[in-house]
């Protein structure tokens, strides 16, 4: 990236682009065109030019839940400049203030007049609050069924009558080949989130909608532009999150390039940096987790048998999707699939935007096929330090990203392993079984197979999991956890631990006793329980603290060891806790 042009250009390339975009209204004060403005096609812009569009709703193309063979378009609210947990308590929240501020601050070094930066952000963001009240918060978007309300084309022009449905999904896909007809069947998660937004769009001037879409073009922007709009995004961030320096830029660009490029960089990576006997050593490991989880179904006395064999089956074809796919490591097949990327970009941005759109292109092109669950071009970025259950293949990825150390090794004793990458791996197979991905059959489908009683008793299990975490505080903020939004992560911490733990007993049956690490008073068991502990060992800012505990469906770290460890019978015996302590509470809760 050069820097010295991205300071002599200014801001020249980005409002060339606004003038494409009709203006910003806060620059072009009362020389803005409201008669050229229409939100739907400046949705066919921001598609076209390779940035978002979804500000007021969300359309992309993901996994039928109905029937996993086939695609589907799929319509769900909005995404949001702000989290919808902060936005939903409006400018009396600090959080909220901070963005308004910066928000002006952004109009006001784009050339904006300061007070009427002020009246007029805080109009579009009372927009975009409005937006987030309409919208589900994350607890309340754990039930499938409530989010599965398959129309057809036409069934939705009845329902949302505002908004001309053919023409516009047509005009988002971009593409001449894909037929869409009234008889096209889709997915609206949150029907009633659109009669709202249909109500609400024709009770706001356009001038306000205008400057809300656009602030939220250019705050994804910020990141590719000018020293002074980094500052005060800096600035920002400190409120949000803590941070307080910035990251080298070409670390970001690196980020950027590698995550829009995955398959690119992830055949560069694992040609430099992964070795095959890795790879191996890894699926062995997932073997291991799966057979013991197997066992432990089993085992399971609150389940009656046709719920437990459709659960075992489950298990049994799951499929691991380990390190990175043999495709990768072939230029043919790298160079087929990126042979429609072209770009003539000048900027590190306009190439971003370039390969955003090529992306898009991709997925709407895929539209009509039947969904190949092998296809290699369906995984997860391979750079990714995480792994991850995909509910609709009933799959695991575990990305060559992961299956380094401090994570895992082959050069290292196996109760490191299995108490780090073996506790992430347990932790994604639970991930199958939990709240939600309970509400899923074999193939990924939703479809409830589970036996009235049964799932009586996982319910009354998983409301233990929320009673114990919903009444954790974290004291550096007097905040406590959301035990409904981090139910899913809960089940799978308490469900990995337990997996891993008895799948690595299972292999020193096979392979003997390991020998403990010189120096240290540690056994082996008690030092696989050590590395579950230092995988999630992290110091983190109060404000980042609270904007976990407020937005995300994970418990701070901190508590997702507390939690699963103090509910195991076997991290108790292996360190001797007492009955009744901290760690070895009387009363603990258990759902696998």
């Not at 799929?74 to 936005?87: A, C, H, V, W």
């Not at 356009?206 to 000018?226: C, F, G, S």
């Amino acid at each position: 990236m050069n820097k010295e042009a991205i300071e002599r250009d200014g801001l020249k390339t980005v409002n060339d682009l606004l003038h494409k975009l009709n203006g910003w209204p806060v620059l072009e004060g009362i020389t803005w065109n409201e008669s050229g403005f229409e939100w739907k096609d400046v949705m066919y812009k921001f598609r076209k030019l390779g940035l978002s569009y979804d500000q007021l709703f969300d359309v992309y193309v993901g996994v039928n839940v109905l029937n996993t063979s086939r695609l589907i378009i799929k319509i769900d609210q909005s995404y949001l400049g702000l989290n919808r947990e902060y936005l939903v308590k409006g400018l009396d929240n600090k959080i909220v203030q901070a963005y308004y501020d910066y928000l002006v601050d952004l109009a006001v070094i784009f050339g904006a007049d300061k007070l009427t930066a002020e009246k007029e952000i805080r109009d579009a963001l009372e927009f975009e609050i409005n937006l987030a009240k309409m919208g589900l918060l994350k607890e309340n978007r754990r039930n499938i069924t409530a989010l599965t309300n398959p129309m057809t084309i036409e069934e939705m022009q009845e329902r949302f009558p505002s908004i001309p449905w053919q023409k516009y999904l047509g005009n988002l896909a971009n593409d001449p080949n894909l037929e869409l007809t009234p008889s096209t069947v889709t997915n609206v998660a949150v029907p009633d989130y659109l009669v709202k937004l249909e109500k609400l769009l024709k009770a706001t001037p356009k001038r306000v909608q205008a400057n809300y879409l656009l602030y939220r073009i250019l705050i994804d922007l910020v990141t590719y532009l000018t020293q002074e709009l980094r500052d005060r995004e800096l600035q920002y961030s400190k409120v949000v999150d803590g941070i307080s320096e910035h990251k080298p830029r070409w670390r970001k660009c690196v980020k950027i390039a590698s995550q829009r490029l995955q398959f690119a960089s992830g055949g560069l990576y694992v040609r430099r940096y992964f070795s095959e006997n890795a790879k191996k050593a890894a699926e062995e490991l997932v073997a291991s987790l799966k057979k013991t989880f197997i066992e432990m179904l089993k085992r399971v006395d609150w389940m009656d048998e046709k719920t437990r064999r459709e659960a075992i089956e489950k298990a049994e074809v799951m499929n691991a999707h380990v390190a990175y796919a043999q495709e990768l490591l072939d230029d043919t097949k790298l160079t087929k699939y990126y042979s429609k990327l072209n770009s003539t970009a000048d900027t590190f941005m306009e190439f971003a935007m370039a390969v955003r759109n090529f992306l898009d292109d991709v997925d709407f092109e895929e539209l009509p096929r039947p969904y190949n669950r092998s296809d290699w071009s369906h995984r997860s970025f391979i750079g990714s330090v995480d792994a991850y259950y995909n509910i609709l293949e009933n799959s695991l990825e575990l990305p060559a990203g992961i299956l380094q150390s401090p994570f895992f090794s082959i050069d290292r004793p196996n109760y490191m392993n299995y108490g780090s990458i073996g506790y992430v791996i347990g932790h994604e197979i639970t991930h199958g079984f939990d709240d939600e991905g309970s509400q899923h059959d074999k193939r990924g489908s939703a479809r409830n197979w589970w036996a009235e009683d049964t799932k009586r008793s996982f319910n009354q299990k998983a409301q233990c999991i929320i009673d114990q975490y919903g009444n954790y505080t974290a004291p550096e903020v007097n905040k406590h956890l959301n035990g409904v939004a981090t139910l899913g992560e809960n089940i799978a911490d308490n469900g990995g631990v337990k997996e891993s733990y008895l799948a690595y007993e299972e292999w020193v049956k096979v392979n003997g006793e390991e020998s403990r690490l010189p120096n240290l008073k540690y056994s082996p068991k008690q030092l696989f329980w050590i590395s579950i502990a230092n995988f999630w060992c992290k110091k983190i800012k109060t404000e980042a603290l609270e904007q976990i505990i407020v937005t995300n469906v994970h418990a701070p770290p901190n508590f997702r060891i507390l939690g699963s460890l103090s509910n195991s019978e076997l991290f108790s015996t292996d360190f001797g806790c007492p009955v009744g302590s901290k760690m070895n509470p009387v009363h603990k809760c258990q759902v696998w």
